[in-house]
Every structure is written in structure tokens, then in C-alpha cells.
């Protein structure tokens, strides 16, 4: 896995592929903030950065979508009124999941009721490594149900699984319950994505597009911060799956430092120079 | 979702948006590998790269003219512009070679202290990392490969033969179980155009390092790697005549491999080649090693990791553009997974990049020649009137230059001759097998007997066909790795003698 993803690593990607690709990543990119220290005002800030991340280039953006606490989702939503960006909120008691059913349910029905128009839900990671599979899915399956018409994103916190083999079966068990979305991490446990564990997961939507036809998407994220690892990410995912998930309806990155580098390439494809990081947008 | 987020470039939506995606479609679910997002071309730069039009011999530490005055052109296959002119050595400069690498024996080398001469095989080491780039781009546009394979396989290999071989050097009497050795003397080494740098590594480091003088002869088409060898060893300050580099057609192998001052013939090439200097050499007390020809036969299990199978049954027979003596060229599916393993190598081989040698992106570089291209047409061609069916990348090939898209065969039968010659081209033969048993009948139902490769989750199982595959190097669940401590050779019509590591040393030295 780790070979075949390091051999997509060194496709060497110049000019205007470099520019559409990254003008691709930043659409698809789930602008994200989540700290105990997130208030609306912060919020509101990075609303307006998902809407418009580059004044000086509005073929940037807007990105897909912000990604935060289920508390600050109504913020978030008037902040995007009127707007496609969409609002993402983690539940079923992120980023751990250890949690009682009941309490994950409510978690991701209060979210959607606030306006979240996507939910990232976290798998029972204990249930999963203590073979108790079927837990693992019914949870799935009774949040997906949860989130009524929001499309639901299954976080399989790589990180603590261990294996290949276990995303490989986490990723099988997501998609049969019902995930519109499968997704690494939460962002909180090293490693989070890799470009090995996205390989992973990418395969096991391929095989599940076979046997059924049905796209489920991808989103790696936690830990990609640089505009060559998000093409990487590109990569993977135009010679895995093909030209169909090339869009952000079926790819997200869950990122939050990536848009600043993103941009300050874009800049210097544009004007030839580099800016100084001082120059772009911090919220 | 809305589709006003898909605000994605012309080409890349291809559902109406909102579409339920968890309708099933009425044809089988494809995948489309098109040109959503393409890489731009991203061409090696070789402006920095000087080949001289004139290439001399390199013969007794000097840069000679052939005495005949005659050259021959070298092409590069994926532009079929000439790259330079070539001195054609004959029976006399071979004469001259191998007088000046046995006086070079007699009087520096085999007096030299053995932890001298693995100085010297560093410094080749060295020098081959500080020339990466160069050798690289050069052997990419003498051979044709992709870039980055000779960038990324090739020069490092070649390198690591000769930091290898340099550690043994003054080892060797540790090498033996503690019995007494000698170097044979003069070695003539005959090498092929498929890997044209690092075969000869192969060749001249081992020879080298146990205290024998070479005389190489590369391949009449790709000489270019071996002469900046020649250079490097020249910078490299070895004695003079230690190595020498004639270069020429078959005749000048030929005589290579007869002169009387030659104490070992090392060769790399076609079976038939070998046949003919086995016949050669028989009675005249010469060593011999053979390197020949392969079919060799990749074995995947049902429960095998069928993904990563793939990447290894796509490494084995397009690497180098199937041009591997090496190469995974039948691939013997067990039949339950067999529908499986052949779609997703059909969407594999969908994404590999077909193109200029010098692109960094490309993935499958030129055949090598006009003739070998024409070979692969021929046996192609031969696979579809046998009646099986044929797959083949739908990529667009360059104009100029020898291309050959990537192409398996499924429904082949083991008597076909797809099956059974070696094509040596990214044709790959695909059955199927139901038990163990019959996938080694199979397996080991050819004249070849190189390499072979199993893919399963079972250890034992490995165990199990790895010993019943008749094959001198058998790979499990990957493909084609090589290192220079591994030992790499045939049996069967794939010849004899290993090269790299213990057994390799055997090779170019007495032992008593």
C-alpha cells in the first residue's frame, strides 16, 4: 500500500495542472475548526474565508464547506446564508464516541435541527478493535438514520486502528451501513490521513462502486497542511477511482492550515513571486 | 447535493446533479480514467546532458578509435533520432581489450591489496550517485525506458552492486566457509540492452571486487551507459586496462566470448545466444555463467490481496515496457477471483501513462526497437488468431518513435504460443488454475525456468509453492524486487550461475 502510494507521490505536476489541481482542492476543501476555544466571533471569520478565500482571485473558492462543533453551527449557518458553502458539524460524541448510543443519536439530531447540512460522526473504535462488529455498524446505520436527509461522513479514526486490514474492514462495514461519506480521522490522534490509509480506504469504495454502482466518497483529513500533499491526494483519487470523484461532491479534504498554503501557491503561479505568509488570511 | 458547489471544470461532472447515487446503473458500474484533471507534460530537462557524436573504445585506460575505422549509429527509440556514433570494435580491438586487461591483471590488480580495490569500487559507487541525473536521462534516451525507472531503479541498483561488491572486496576469504580462493583472471562479459547500466554493474562489480580484469561488451543499441561507466571508471583513477569497453554488434561478442586470453565468459541475453556460445565454449576450460530467457509465471490466489497483486502483476510485465528477462508474463489466476483480477487490471492498466521516455510522469516508455516492436506485433497478432481475447490500454501512442500499448490476453491456452515464447513486451498471458497442484503443473509447464511469483494471505502456502515452482528466483507477494545481496539466475533454459551476493562471488573466483 505504502509503495503504491509513495510511487502516485513522485507524479511531477507543473503549471496549469498544478493550478487546476489546487483550484480543485480548495473547492473541495471542508474549511474546519474545531478547539475548545472556537467562539462565533472566530466562527464568523472563517465563514467569510470559506466564501471569498482569495480577494485578489475570485476564481478561488468558495470552498465546500466549514466544518465545526455542533454548538457553533447555527453561527455558522447565518454566516453562509444565501451561499453554497455548506455547514458540516462532528457529533455522536467527537472526537472519542465513547459515549452511550442515546447520547451519539441526540448529538447528531440536535446538529442537523441547528442547521448542519453534513455530520461527521465517529465510529466506536473500542467496539471495532474488540471484535464486536456488529455494534460498530448498528451505530452507523442508527445515526445515519438520525441525520435524516444530511449527508453523513463516517470518521474511522485510522490512527487507532492499527492495521490496513482494519481500515480495510471499517471502511466495508461504513459503507454497507449507509456512510455518504467515509473519512479518516478526527484530527485529534497522530497519524491522522496518510496517503497509504487514503489508498486504503479509496480501494474499498471502488470495490463497493463495483459490486453496486452506488459512489460513496472520500475525505482524508488531519495532517495534510501543504499544497504538493493535497495533489498527492488528487493523485490517488484520479488513478483509483477515476474522473467521477473528482469533485467535491465525492472528495473533501477536512483541513484547516492547507488553504493558506494552497493560496500562496496560487500567488506565485499567478505573479511569479511568493508572498509572505503574512499576506494571507490567518481565521 | 446541490449542484451549485459543483462548480468543477468543463469535463469533470459527469452525473446531472442531485441524481440519487444509490441508483444502480444499467450497464456494469466503469470506472472513466479520461482527462478530468491531466498532468501537464513535465519532460526531464537535458540540456545539461552532452553525448559526444563520436563515441570511442575505451581499451588499456585510453579512449581509441576501432582499428577498422568503422562506427554504426545509436537511435533513440522514443524519438528514432540518431543520438551518436559508435566505434565498431572487431577480432582486433577485442585482441587489444583483452591484452591490456590481462597485463592489467598480471602487473596492478591482482598484486593491488584487497582493501585498495574495494576503494576503488566505492569510488564507482560514489561517482554513479554524483551522476544520477546524468546516467539517468542517458539510458532513458539510448533504451527508451521511462525516466523515472532508470532514475529511480537502474541507477540506484547500480550503484548499490558496487557499494556492495566494494564491502566484499577484502572479505572474500570470510566469503567461503574458510576455504582458500583465487580470481579466474581475464572475465569477457557480454551484456544486454534491456537494463544496459545496470547489467553491466552486475557484471563488473562482482568480477572486480574478487581481483578478476574485465573487457564488457554492451549491447550493439544501447552503448551510451556503459561508456559513461568507462568514464567514470577512467575518473575513478583504476589502474589502467582493469575495464575495458568495446562496443560492436554480435561479431564482436562473438570473438569476445572465443578469445584464447579470456578465462570467463559472463553472458545476459537470449536463449538462443547462449545455446550458440555454450556450443562455442565447450572443451576450451572457460567458465561459464548464462543469463537467458524467462516466461515467467505469476501465481494469484483467491485469497491473496488482490489489489496489491495487481500492482505487482503490473510491475512484472510493464516494467521496462516487458522487456525483462524477468518479467511476470504468464499470470495464472485461480478462477474464482479470475473476473475480478482481470477488471481491475483492465482500470490499471487504464491509468498507466504511455509516452516520451523523458517525461516524469510516464509510466511505460518506447520498445526499444523497430525490430523487437515488430517482434511484439507479430506474437500479438498470433495471440488473436490462437483465439484469445485481447485487452488493451486505450491510450493514445506517440507518433514518432516505438510505442506499444499495454496488453494482456485472458482465455489463453497453455499450448498457444502467447504462452509459451517469450515476448519480451507488456503482452502478459492470462489463466487460470483451480487447485495448488495444477497451478504448479501449469507454472512449470515451460522450457524457462527464471522467476516466479505467488501471491496469497497464507504462509504456508507460499512455503508450499515455492518449493514445488521450478523457477531460480521466486518472489512472494511482491514482484521483481531485487538487491544485490539476493542471488538472481535461471535454471532450466534460463541458464546457469547466479549473480549478487555469496553465490554471485562464486561466479569469478576458484574456490578450493
Not at chain 1, 482542492?25 to 474546519?32: I, K, P
Not at chain 1, 453534513?118 to 441525520?147: H, N, P, W
Request: net charge neutral; aromatic share 6%; glycine share 10%.
Amino acid at each position: 500500500m505504502e509503495e503504491r502510494a509513495a510511487a502516485l507521490g513522485t507524479r511531477s505536476l507543473k503549471r496549469e495542472a498544478k493550478v487546476a489541481g489546487l483550484k480543485l482542492a480548495v473547492r473541495m476543501m471542508d474549511l474546519t475548526t474545531l478547539e475548545g476555544k472556537d467562539t462565533p466571533g472566530k466562527v464568523r471569520a472563517m465563514c467569510c474565508k470559506a466564501l471569498v478565500p482569495w480577494a485578489d482571485d475570485p476564481s478561488i473558492g468558495p470552498v465546500a464547506a466549514v466544518c465545526v462543533y455542533p454548538n457553533l453551527v447555527a453561527v455558522a449557518k447565518r454566516a453562509l446564508a444565501g451561499s453554497a458553502v455548506k455547514v458540516a458539524s462532528v457529533a455522536t460524541a467527537f472526537p472519542a464516541g465513547q459515549s452511550p448510543l442515546d447520547v451519539k443519536l441526540a448529538d447528531a439530531r440536535r446538529a442537523v435541527e441547528l442547521g448542519a447540512d453534513e455530520i461527521d460522526m465517529v465510529i466506536d473504535r473500542g467496539a471495532m478493535l474488540s471484535g464486536d462488529y456488529a455494534q460498530v455498524f448498528d451505530e452507523i446505520a442508527a445515526t445515519k438514520d438520525a441525520c435524516g436527509g444530511a449527508h453523513l461522513k463516517v470518521i474511522l479514526e485510522t490512527g487507532e486502528l492499527g492495521s490496513y486490514d482494519v481500515v480495510r474492514k471499517a471502511s466495508e462495514m461504513a459503507i454497507a451501513a449507509g456512510a455518504d461519506f467515509i473519512k479518516t480521522s478526527t484530527g485529534k490522534v497522530q497519524p491522522a490521513a496518510t496517503p497509504a490509509v487514503t489508498l486504503v480506504m479509496l480501494e474499498a469504495i471502488r470495490d463497493h462502486y463495483y459490486a453496486t454502482g452506488r459512489r460513496v466518497g472520500m475525505k482524508p483529513a488531519g495532517g495534510v497542511r501543504s499544497a504538493k500533499q493535497s495533489l498527492h491526494y488528487l493523485v490517488l483519487v484520479k488513478e483509483t477511482l477515476g474522473d467521477a470523484w473528482l469533485k467535491p461532491d465525492l472528495f473533501r479534504f477536512g483541513a484547516s492550515a492547507l488553504l493558506e498554503d494552497i493560496l500562496m501557491q496560487l500567488e506565485k503561479e499567478r505573479t511569479g513571486v511568493y508572498q509572505a505568509s503574512e499576506d494571507f488570511s490567518k481565521d | 447535493m446541490s449542484g451549485e458547489i459543483d462548480r468543477v471544470e468543463k469535463g469533470v461532472a459527469h452525473e446531472d446533479a442531485g441524481a440519487p447515487l444509490t441508483e444502480a446503473p444499467a450497464s456494469p458500474p466503469a470506472l472513466d480514467f479520461g482527462g478530468a484533471w491531466d498532468y501537464a507534460p513535465a519532460p526531464e530537462a537535458t540540456d545539461h546532458v552532452h553525448i559526444a557524436p563520436r563515441q570511442q573504445l575505451f581499451v588499456g585506460g585510453r579512449w581509441v578509435a576501432a582499428r577498422s575505422g568503422r562506427h554504426f549509429d545509436t537511435v533513440s527509440p522514443g524519438t528514432e533520432e540518431k543520438l551518436a556514433e559508435v566505434a565498431e570494435a572487431d577480432a582486433r580491438d577485442v585482441d587489444d581489450a583483452v591484452q591490456a586487461a590481462r597485463l592489467a591483471y598480471d602487473r596492478y590488480w591482482s598484486k593491488m591489496r584487497a582493501s585498495d580495490r574495494a576503494k576503488c569500487l566505492f569510488r564507482i559507487a560514489r561517482a554513479i550517485q554524483e551522476k544520477a541525473r546524468e546516467l539517468a536521462i542517458v539510458e532513458s534516451m539510448d533504451g527508451g525506458k521511462p525516466i523515472k525507472e532508470s532514475r529511480d531503479v537502474d541507477v540506484p541498483l547500480a550503484a548499490a552492486h558496487f557499494f556492495y561488491h566494494a564491502g566484499w572486496a577484502d572479505k572474500l576469504d570470510h566469503a567461503f566457509q574458510g576455504r582458500a580462493w583465487r580470481p579466474l583472471g581475464v572475465a569477457g562479459q557480454i551484456i544486454p540492452w534491456n537494463f544496459p547500466l545496470l547489467m553491466a554493474a552486475w557484471k563488473i562489480a562482482p568480477a572486480l571486487a574478487c581481483g578478476n580484469t574485465v573487457v564488457l561488451k554492451p549491447a550493439e543499441t544501447t552503448p551510451l551507459t556503459a561508456l559513461l561507466l568507462a568514464r567514470i571508471v577512467e575518473e575513478a583513477e583504476l589502474p589502467p586496462g582493469v575495464v575495458n569497453v568495446v562496443t560492436g554488434p554480435g561479431a564482436t561478442g562473438a570473438a569476445l566470448a572465443a578469445h584464447g586470453g579470456v578465462d570467463k565468459v559472463a553472458f545476459t541475453g537470449s536463449t538462443a545466444v547462449g545455446k550458440t556460445l555454450q556450443r562455442a565454449l565447450a572443451g576450451t576450460g572457460k567458465k561459464l555463467t548464462l543469463e537467458l530467457g524467462g516466461k515467467g509465471a505469476h501465481v494469484v490466489f483467491a485469497d491473496a490481496p488482490i489489489d496489491q497483486a495487481i500492482e505487482g502483476i503490473v510491475q512484472g510485465i510493464y516494467l521496462n515496457q516487458g522487456q525483462v528477462c524477468c518479467a511476470g508474463s504468464r499470470l495464472l489466476v485461480e478462477e474464482s477471483v479470475h473476473d475480478l483480477v482481470v477488471r481491475k487490471l483492465e482500470d490499471r492498466i487504464a491509468t498507466l501513462r504511455v509516452g516520451d521516455p523523458l517525461d516524469k510522469n510516464t509510466d511505460v516508455g518506447a520498445i526499444h526497437s523497430r525490430t523487437q516492436l515488430d517482434k511484439i506485433r507479430r506474437l500479438v497478432a498470433a495471440g488473436e488468431e490462437e483465439g484469445a481475447q485481447r485487452h488493451t490500454a486505450p491510450c493514445a501512442l506517440p507518433t514518432r518513435g516505438y510505442f506499444f500499448a499495454p496488453t494482456f490476453f485472458t482465455g489463453v491456452a497453455s499450448s498457444s504460443r502467447i504462452a509459451r515464447e517469450e515476448i519480451f513486451g507488456p503482452v502478459l498471458a492470462v489463466t487460470t488454475f483451480r487447485t495448488p497442484e495444477e497451478a504448479i503443473e501449469k507454472a512449470n509447464n515451460t522450457m524457462y525456468g527464471l522467476s516466479a511469483g505467488v501471491w496469497t494471505d497464507k504462509g504456508a502456502k507460499i512455503l508450499w509453492m515455492a518449493q514445488h515452482l521450478k523457477a531460480g528466483v521466486v518472489w512472494a507477494n511482491t514482484y521483481g524486487k531485487l538487491d544485490p545481496s539476493s542471488p538472481f539466475g535461471g535454471i532450466k533454459e534460463s541458464g546457469f550461475g547466479r549473480e549478487g551476493g555469496r553465490q554471485g562471488l562464486l561466479e569469478y573466483t576458484e574456490v578450493e
